[in-house]
Nanobody
Framework: QVQLVESGGGLAQPGGSLRLSCVGSGSANVIYLMGWYRQAPGKERELVALISSGGTTTYADSAKGRFIISRDNSKNSVDLQMTNLKPEDTAVYYC??????????WGKGTLVTVSS
């Protein structure tokens, strides 16, 4: 069973930056797909970005040009560098991982608040 633990959330001002990190434990194998989802108050959970073990990335339109996802396969970890943050980026961000295109594991989430 893989366990995912996120860190790095917090308060940022509009235009500011935050870096989210997630470490997966419980597997000796490299997890195929890792990524970030978010859920804003009153909204459904949505994809932010994904990265495969081979380095292929996928971004939501809202993240393109502002967020960068990266990973360390040796640690089964994934980071999300967020820049030029907007109030609409406020949400709980969840780390996720899967052995295929279906995400099998989820972290508990970390809150990102963008406000002046």
């Amino acid at each position: 069973q893989v366990q995912l633990v996120e860190s790095g959330g917090g308060l940022a001002q509009p235009g500011g930056s935050l870096r989210l990190s997630c470490v997966g434990s419980g597997s000796a194998n490299v997890i195929y797909l890792m990524g970030w989802y978010r859920q804003a108050p009153g909204k459904e959970r949505e994809l932010v970005a994904l990265i495969s073990s081979g380095g292929t990335t996928t971004y939501a339109d809202s993240a393109k040009g502002r967020f960068i996802i990266s990973r360390d396969n040796s640690k089964n970890s994934v980071d999300l560098q967020m820049t030029n943050l907007k109030p609409e980026d406020t949400a709980v961000y969840y780390c996720s991982a899967g052995w295929s295109v279906v995400m099998d594991y989820w972290g508990k989430g970390t809150l990102v608040t963008v406000s002046s």
